[in-house]
């Protein structure tokens, strides 16, 4: 399973903020982007970025995460 979370902050610039979702096109399922949630924690308590919003629906699965690249 591929680190979304990981992949986004790798690709970001220090002080940019970014939204991490699921790209179907890479097979992310809403079920399976819910890890990326645990992901986006560890980088936070690692002081790498700060999560600013997370996005829920009806149902209470997690389908965005907004960040901020801090280091």
Do not use: C, N
Not at 9 to 22: D, E, Q, T
Not at 46 to 59: H, M, N, P, S, T
Request: hydrophobic share 40%.
């Amino acid at each position: 399973m591929r680190d979304i979370a990981r992949e986004v902050y790798s690709k970001m610039k220090v002080g940019s903020v970014a939204w991490i979702r699921p790209v179907t096109a890479k097979g992310d399922t809403l079920e399976t982007f819910q890890s990326a949630h645990s992901g986006a924690q560890a980088l936070e308590q690692e002081g790498l970025i700060d999560i600013e919003k997370v996005q829920r629906q009806a149902d209470g699965l997690i389908d965005a995460i907004r960040i901020q690249r801090l280091a």
